[in-house]
């Protein structure tokens, strides 16, 4: 691979349908979906006919949210010269309350994303979804995926279980250090708690503006558990997060951590300097004004040129047109966003890129 000129780092390669996963289930597991004539396991974070699930040219005749890799090409590689772009897959696998049932799903989708994406366009890699119901099943999988130089990340949702800094997941940080693969965090629910800290919200839209929420508290997790202390060398990378909650968010989380910062002396720096440098957030949704002052503003505010990394989000409806740089980001930053903020994120892209 060349230097890249545009790098998406969030694209979804999305299982069609049960039928798909069944070649690359073990038996057991094969037998066990005839059985019990499971169909899907999709979750509600995006409903087909949503509008905010696909924009309207990505979608097929019937309407359906883009599905295929041709599509994908069509529609956004080839129309952005985009050199290469992460497979991120959100099927539900978190949902499941078996934990060998989801590990089983696990490897399907990822033997699934290799065979039917990834070998298939040279300019895909993927992100390696994990069954984080249980730990050791998750660095299983990561061990095992990891030997494909393609997998570029360790994929999890914003929602879970559990907050992402609990010593619990700890051995899925040190296996994503190990093997150079930060930890991409993307919007989504397991739905074991309520979406928003008030509990159960009545409709999708407030499903949808709660993920803010959830990143909010994954990150102060992960800054004063002491995730990023114990592992200096992990990065996590936020999608589909939105930008500009975080000026205000690191300035709050800062300004108390000053104050009460005795009982997280594993926190040995402010919160700010340590996001900054081990936390990176894609572009797609950009949540700001449409007035350019104001993004060049919101962007200043970040302090770091090194955050923002530019991704399409296809097939979801997050930006229209062909202008894949919102308006009032500077000049200056464009080819970070769109190449080297990416190559410095992932070692796997730099490393391939240098060769």
């Not at 396991?41 to 040219?57: F, G, M, Q, V």
């Not at 497979?87 to 033997?111: I, P, T």
């Not at 994303?113 to 730990?135: C, F, H, K, Y």
């Not at 930060?182 to 499903?207: K, N, Q």
Request: aromatic share 10%; net charge negative; proline share 7%.
């Amino acid at each position: 691979m060349s230097i890249c000129s545009t790098i998406d780092c969030d694209v979804h390669a999305n299982v069609p349908g049960m039928q798909a996963l069944l070649p690359y289930l073990d038996e057991q597991w094969r037998d066990s979906v005839i059985d019990r004539g499971l169909n899907s396991l999709e979750s509600i974070s995006y409903p087909p006919n949503a509008p905010l699930t696909a924009r309207a040219d990505w979608r097929g005749k019937a309407g359906e949210p883009a599905n295929t890799l041709d599509m994908l090409r069509t529609q956004a590689l080839d129309r952005w010269n985009i050199d290469v772009a992460i497979c991120n897959c959100l099927y539900g696998v978190q949902l499941l309350f078996s934990e060998d049932m989801a590990a089983a799903f696990a490897k399907a989708v990822n033997d699934w994303l290799v065979a039917e994406w990834l070998d298939r366009d040279p300019r895909l890699r993927g992100s390696i979804v994990v069954p984080m119901q249980n730990t050791d099943y998750a660095v299983a999988e990561i061990e095992r995926c990891a030997p494909d130089r393609r997998f570029v990340q360790v994929l999890v949702l914003a929602m879970g279980e559990a907050p992402l800094g609990r010593r619990a997941y700890w051995p899925i940080f040190a296996a994503a250090e190990r093997h150079d693969l930060p930890i991409g965090v993307h919007a989504g629910s397991g739905f074991r708690h309520a979406v928003t800290s008030l509990g159960w919200p009545s409709w999708y839209v407030e499903d949808y503006c709660a993920n803010a929420q959830g990143f909010q508290a994954q990150l102060a997790s992960l800054v004063c558990e002491g995730v990023f202390a114990k592992y200096p060398k992990l990065k996590v990378v936020l999608l589909e997060s939105g930008v500009t909650w975080l000026p205000a968010f690191l300035w709050r989380l800062t300004k108390f951590w000053r104050g009460v910062r005795a009982e997280v002396p594993w926190v040995d720096r402010p919160p700010w300097e340590i996001v900054r440098e081990q936390v990176r957030l894609t572009i797609q949704p950009f949540d700001a004004p449409n007035e350019p002052g104001a993004v060049a503003r919101l962007v200043d505010q970040l302090q770091s040129d090194d955050m923002l990394l530019f991704a399409s989000d296809f097939p979801h409806w997050q930006f229209d047109g062909d202008d894949i740089m919102p308006a009032g980001i500077p000049q200056k930053l464009h080819g970070r966003i769109k190449r080297d903020n990416a190559l410095a994120t992932y070692p796997r892209l730099s490393a391939t890129a240098a060769s």
